[in-house]
């Protein structure tokens, strides 16, 4: 395997590059999936990764329940400095998968908070309204808007009906998906976290250009957002996408009083978000064959070390 076994734990690095360059320059929804995508197959090569080197590494220490003759010498030259990197792997993975075994507890928690807070109100409804002076309004993974009445009171009718359309948005485009994938690419990788903050901003981004082509009013959409920003006095929960955050409003209300994004699915090559895009691609990729070319070497080793 070699250096080129390290790989898929160097190029996350990359990140923050392809990510400022894509929620800048790509279409919203372009840039959601492209990030999703990338920050999804990074986090993948670089777990595997680090589960070739904790098996290296646990092959070493005494009591394992691995067979002998994976901790051969010639098991231990696939790896260069195996003592180090695979013992350092081991803490490595368990706390990766520690943090994605969070993440997914503390979205588990907040479905049940949803539930029991929905419990009263009528199932089939596809907008559930709550009597609730604090202003908030957001998705649920199961199809239903949840919105308060303090957030309706605080907006005009036509500015209502731009609100909704984002949030119809947001479940067209399963918004909710990219959040799970990307924030668990971020949690198993922190050199990913980037994505996950451009992906979070992304999404609002291409709910609000569906919201302002479904009303027809770009100027009505952006008042929507900056007058639900200031009503909106506490940060939404996380794995929700909300209409007023998260993602930098400001920024969010000058896209939309700009002309529209260009719907080209890709951007030309010889700029710098079309470099940017080739290069998260072609990194990509690289990380993806060296996890496979290390997973099938090491495989082929092992089982020449013990054979079946």
Known sequence: MGVFVFLPLVLPLTAWPVARLAERHLHPRAATRLLTGVGFVLALCSTLCLGLLAIVGTAQLPGNPLPDGWADPEVRAAVPHDEVVGKTAIVALAAALLSCGAFLTHRRRTARQAARALAGLPGGRRIAVLPDDIPYAHTLPEGRIVVSTGML????????????AHERAHLAGRHHRHLLLVGLAARANPFLRPLRTAVTYTVERWADEDAARA???RRLTARAVGKAALLTPRTPLPATPAFASPGPVPRRVAALLAPPPATRPWPPLFTAVGAAAWAALVGTMLSAMASANSAFTLIVILHAATPL
């Not at 009171?153 to 909704?164: K, P």
């Open 215 to 217: 009303v027809g009013d």
């Open 153 to 164: 009171a605080g907006l005009g009718s036509a500015e209502r009906r731009a609100l909704f």
